[in-house]
């Protein structure tokens, strides 16, 4: 039998602090990486060349030919159009047309993708998701994110903003609306805090903070709980309590196999996802409750590579992930 | 040129109160149409006897063949297994294995769905979301039923559950997560309506009653609301409100071009619509509002009937919508 050499695949990861290149085979196993500064407060022109230098370096020598380029970028991006509308850490990156400056540039199929969506089909053809076709994906940091797998393909919308799920609006405080990252986030958990230590409540938070208030974030929150501290505990049990009730919305909207949940604040552990298990246990309908897990992400920091990655070998996400997952290397992730 | 002889599709609509079947060509004409009522009090034999005699009398006889039949019916099936699992209005009717009952019968491809998917379906590729890749539908009714169509094809989500939208968890009332159904459904605004007339509210709705204040309803809500009733239009505004509130959601996990609302409450025209409209444009994030409209259901009775042939062409709501509804005659609907 004659072998068919496999194609190469090149992921690239562009953050706010930091830029990551790798080059895959075509079953997602990471073969070299790379990565420097983003440097984004010099503007668009010089991270575009960086990011370009650093594709050119991984690009195999005279190695096998190469499938296509993936590329995982912080802010919304329209699939159709291979543009991206904006990203909050890199100025000056506005409607930026990032697929065809590449495909021109490398003469190779480009795809892009926005980090929580990328996240989702990442976890799903590699992480905790595997075998999954329905899969809710969260992360949980200063904001709240979302990547959805709906039926065996990456949930896009018009222009591809769906997915939002941190937008999802939750409770409604005199007659205001409130959307979950308003109260879950944590950017939400610090500003709590902060109120409730103003008002005196006692806290390990304040010596944590040497009594500087303003410093007091998600991270101090995060600290404060892990020691069992009472009013990081509560914080952080009503912020995964209202996650629940989200999760519990989405399951309703979604009827998953899975819910994964990364991002920072999900380093939290078993403080975070017992009462978020116990929410949506509650209050979903139980046939839901029966074919449901909840479980952390499993990728850590490489998941925007293998999300990039994995966005070439879907065809743009749009392949059936189940097939797709049986056909990578079950070692990986 | 030969002429290809177009192939026949026999669609049927099980309701509670009425059977309805129809014979239509490829272009979704209905080319006849038959009814009668289901008796669901006399159990399932009887009324799957009743509904294999009505598909009998659709089939051509000695015309086009018969490309399939799709069946809609008013509860959770799982289109893996062609199994209704329960449904209301039709004692007897659970775990009902509908597909291979009929398969064998008629031997011929049968598409099942359940009544909510299939309007969002005939909505799609026929009625008011006509060329829509992603639309939201809601029923407004008793209760509050939803059917999604995302990026071109319908979400059924695992065992089919999705698509829930009802079951959004909006409200947080003394800690107790409250689904919009509960709050903003036809069931929900009567019982809003026997609250505050038993309070002494003043209101047109204690004549519509004769003093019977157990017979206010949604729809005596609505007949008030219609002749200007001050309490009947403040519940009718606040149920809307509270439905833009999760449309407002929907529209950020699926970034829809069409939000359609049907069913007996939406019939309340723009005392329901405006408000609604109201709500999401002053909630969402502006790029989501741009491309978004909200309408009236467009199709009326025929909606199952049309729904479940459409199920036929579509390969059970799999193909791209854009592409089938371009193909489809555009006369009808």
């Not at 010099?42 to 575009?48: D, E, W």
């Not at 304040?206 to 501290?229: P, Y």
């Not at 074919?291 to 994995?310: K, N, S």
Request: a negative charge; one cysteine or more.
């Amino acid at each position: 039998m004659s072998h068919t050499p496999r194609k190469a695949i090149i992921a690239l990861d562009l953050g706010g602090t930091r830029i990551r290149v790798a080059r895959l085979d075509e079953r997602l196993n990471i073969l070299m990486r790379q990565e420097t500064l983003t440097l984004a407060e010099q503007g668009f022109a010089p991270v575009m060349e960086r990011l370009q230098d650093l594709i050119q370096q991984a690009l195999p020598q005279d190695g096998p030919p190469v499938a296509g380029i993936g590329v995982a970028v912080p802010g919304p991006v329209n699939p159709a159009t291979g543009l991206l509308f904006s990203a909050e850490n890199l100025p000056g990156w506005d409607n930026v047309p990032v697929v065809s400056i590449l495909q021109e540039r490398f003469g190779l199929p480009v795809f892009l993708g926005n980090d929580a969506n990328l996240a989702a089909l990442a976890e799903t053809v590699l992480g905790a998701a595997r075998g999954c076709q329905n899969v809710i994906y969260l992360t949980i940091s200063t904001g709240i994110g979302g990547g959805i797998v709906a039926d065996g393909k990456l949930l896009l919308g018009h222009e591809g903003l769906a997915a939002e799920a941190g937008w999802m609006f939750l409770v409604i405080d005199n007659g205001q609306p409130v959307i979950l990252q308003d109260r879950a986030s944590g950017l939400a958990m610090g500003q709590q805090a902060r109120e409730r230590l103003a008002r005196g409540e006692p806290s390990l938070m304040h010596t944590l903070v040497d009594g500087q208030l303003d410093r007091v974030d998600g991270r101090i929150v995060g600290l404060a709980a892990q020691q069992s501290d009472a009013l990081a505990l509560d914080i952080v049990y009503n912020a995964a309590r209202l996650i629940g009730v989200g999760v519990a919305s989405l399951v309703h909207l979604f009827s998953p196999e899975m819910v994964v949940i990364g991002g920072g604040v999900s380093a939290l552990g078993e403080l975070l996802f017992a009462p978020i298990r116990q929410t949506v246990r509650a209050i979903v309908m139980p046939p839901y409750w029966d074919h449901l897990r909840i479980e952390p992400a499993a990728l850590g920091e490489d998941v925007g590579l293998i999300g990039a990655a994995a966005l070439v070998v879907t065809d743009g996400g749009l392949g059936n992930m189940a097939d797709i997952s049986a056909r990578l290397n079950p070692n990986q992730g």
